[in-house]
């Protein structure tokens, strides 16, 4: 499968326990996208990256949160001192965007978060 | 402030009945519009995107979209439902030049047999 693939699929966690997600793009594309999406919500950005460099955070990213593309292919994202707030699905979503336009964005199927 | 709205939250209609699903968005200036689906345990999927040119834009599944400017609108359409539609249904916006997507809620979509 060349789709864009998220792991875990599913991780259930105490709060104040620290998770990571990991998201493998489409190999050739540029961009990582990172969103959550809660129960009966559309996904909201969380942050970007244009290879390896983080382009944009949402303000939704709190200073709990970290993700990174250090070698501009896989990525992590980090939640430090889980609340039951961050219960949610974590999408990530890859493109490959030409001279600044807009490239088609490929879905991962999500990382579900549950903070007990 | 920019957002998308999809007004509604649950539609049902029977299989093979006609289909449309409302998405309007707030704004400065025309944005890229979108529509994606999203079934259960799968990721989303991209229906349709409409930039620019013509105002009807086809989409997969047999999936059409009408952008409207004067309404801020851009809904979704399809002439004749099947069961394997049912799923929840996103409309998005980018900004040109903002390189990220702005979701609305959902509708989610029930086929009756």
Not at chain 1, 32 to 60: D, M
Not at chain 2, 34 to 63: A, E, H, M, N, R
Not at chain 2, 105 to 113: A, C, E, F, S, W
Request: hydrophobic share 30%; with cysteine; net charge neutral.
């Amino acid at each position: 499968d060349t789709g864009v693939s998220q792991d875990p699929r599913h991780k259930i966690t105490k709060r104040g326990q620290n998770v990571t997600f990991r998201c493998d793009p489409i190999s050739e594309h540029n961009r990582l996208y990172w969103y959550r999406q809660t129960l009966g919500q559309g996904p909201e950005f969380l942050t970007y990256f244009q290879n390896e460099a983080q382009l944009e955070k949402s303000r939704l990213l709190s200073d709990r949160f970290s993700a990174e593309r250090p070698k501009g292919s896989f990525s992590t994202l980090e939640i430090q001192r889980t609340e039951q707030g961050d219960s949610a699905m974590y999408l990530c979503a890859s493109s490959l965007a030409l001279a600044g336009g807009h490239g088609e964005l490929f879905f991962g199927e999500g990382s579900r978060l549950t903070v007990l | 402030a920019q957002s998308v709205t999809q007004p509604d939250i649950h539609i049902t209609v029977s299989e093979g009945a006609s289909l449309e699903l409302r998405c309007n968005y707030s704004y400065g200036a025309t944005p890229y519009l979108f529509w994606y689906v999203q079934s259960p345990g799968q990721g989303l999927q991209l229906l349709l995107k409409y930039f620019s040119g013509d105002t009807l834009v086809q989409g997969i599944k047999g999936f059409e979209a009408e952008f409207k400017r004067s309404q801020s609108s851009f809904n979704l359409r399809k002439p004749s439902v099947h069961w394997s539609d049912a799923a929840e249904y996103f409309c998005a916006v980018e900004g040109r030049g903002a390189q990220k997507l702005v979701f609305g809620q959902g509708t989610r979509l029930t086929i009756n047999p």
